[in-house]
């Protein structure tokens, strides 16, 4: 009985050992999982902060592009609103706008908005002249209120003539392209005008009775034309065929030397002299086309050549009427 004591000391020594060191591995344990489970939230938390900070990224960037396009919506209703605008204040000031849709053509230069300008206004004074005159033949006028009517429809005509003349010292491709013409217009157009020939063509069934001496006079007047056209017209190939050359002569090379840039400017120099010679070329078709109209004028008596006149304007009032009705024909 006495030895069983001790014996039984030892063992719950034993045991208490083992219980301690259990404990303290599960608390090891314990712990590591803590320290596991830490560093699995922070991971954790630091992905969702870089997430989170993406995303304001994001939404900044969405907010300024959308600001962007808000300032652009606004800056594009404002010119569009100026532009309107001038639309109308061109309207009322009675600018000619192109019916081709070329706008940027009529409004290239200063001179040949100033031409379309003018033109609008001698259009719309030679209708006004035309009813006159057109009042006055129906009511059988006597010679002398008919002659003055017939002389201002005529000096009307030395206005658009002079009028070309200034407008092509600004832009005579404006004058050569007739965009200040109508489509219809522009087939027949020949270096900025009508045909004197052909004019004279159209007249000569429109005025009949006519004697002998007129006959031969407008006869002559017409193969003078004729020729004179043909003159100019030749001299308008040659001049094509002559830039045609000065413009296909010479390279500027891709080493773009001193030496070929001085040879392009040189080129470029001798072709924009050729193109002066423009100006002449319409001048002197315009001075036909006003010659043309002043001896007709001369051989004709003033009867006929107020029904000249008529006939003149009816035939390009028609031109510009075909060209409204086919700008307004139906399209499939």
């Known amino acids: 009985m006495t030895d069983a004591s001790p014996r039984t000391d030892i063992s719950t020594d034993g045991d208490t050992d083992e219980k301690n060191q259990r404990f303290d591995r599960g608390k090891s344990n314990a712990v590591a999982a803590s320290d596991s489970?830490?560093?699995?939230?922070?991971?954790?938390?630091?992905?969702?902060?870089?997430?989170?900070?993406?995303?304001?990224?994001?939404?900044?960037?969405?907010?300024?592009?959308?600001?962007?396009?808000?300032?652009?919506?606004?800056?594009?209703?404002?010119?569009?609103?100026?532009?309107?605008?001038?639309?109308?204040?061109?309207?009322?000031?009675?600018?000619?706008?192109?019916?081709?849709?070329?706008?940027?053509?009529s409004m290239g230069g200063n001179g040949a908005m100033a031409f379309d300008v003018e033109y609008v206004r001698w259009l719309e004074e030679q209708n006004r002249q035309i009813n006159e005159l057109r009042t006055a033949v129906n009511s059988h006028a006597g010679d002398a209120e008919l002659r003055i009517i017939v002389d201002g429809v005529m000096a009307h005509y030395d206005e658009i003539f002079r009028l070309k003349s200034n407008a092509a010292k600004s832009d005579v491709f404006h004058l050569l392209s007739g965009m200040w013409k109508t489509p219809?217009?522009?087939?027949?157009?020949?270096?900025?005008?009508?045909?004197?020939?052909?004019?004279?063509?159209?007249?000569?069934?429109?005025?009949?009775?006519?004697?002998?001496?007129?006959?031969?006079?407008?006869?002559?007047?017409?193969?003078?034309?004729?020729?004179?056209?043909?003159?100019?017209?030749?001299?308008?190939?040659?001049?094509?065929?002559?830039?045609?050359?000065?413009?296909?002569?010479?390279?500027?090379?891709?080493?773009?030397?001193?030496?070929?840039?001085a040879n392009y400017m040189g080129?470029?120099?001798?072709?924009?002299?050729?193109?002066?010679?423009l100006e002449g070329f319409i001048r002197q078709a315009d001075n036909l086309r006003q010659q043309t109209l002043q001896q007709m004028h001369r051989i004709l008596t003033t009867r006929q050549s107020a029904r000249a006149l008529l006939a003149i304007h009816d035939y390009f009032s028609r031109l510009r009427a075909l060209s409204s009705l086919w700008l307004a024909r139906p399209r499939e």
């Open 37 to 105: 489970s830490d560093r699995s939230k922070s991971n954790l938390d630091q992905k969702t902060l870089r997430r989170l900070a993406q995303n304001r990224e994001a939404a900044r960037k969405s907010r300024l592009r959308k600001k962007a396009y808000v300032q652009q919506l606004e800056s594009s209703r404002l010119k569009l609103t100026q532009l309107e605008q001038e639309l109308q204040r061109a309207r009322q000031q009675g600018i000619f706008i192109s019916s081709s849709g070329d706008q940027s053509h």
């Open 184 to 261: 219809a217009e522009r087939c027949f157009l020949w270096l900025g005008g009508f045909r004197s020939s052909e004019l004279l063509k159209l007249l000569v069934n429109q005025l009949e009775p006519l004697t002998e001496q007129q006959l031969v006079g407008i006869g002559n007047l017409q193969q003078s034309s004729q020729q004179a056209e043909d003159a100019l017209s030749q001299g308008m190939e040659a001049l094509q065929q002559s830039l045609t050359e000065t413009l296909s002569t010479g390279s500027l090379g891709s080493s773009g030397s001193s030496g070929n840039v």
């Open 267 to 277: 080129q470029m120099a001798m072709a924009m002299g050729k193109l002066g010679t």
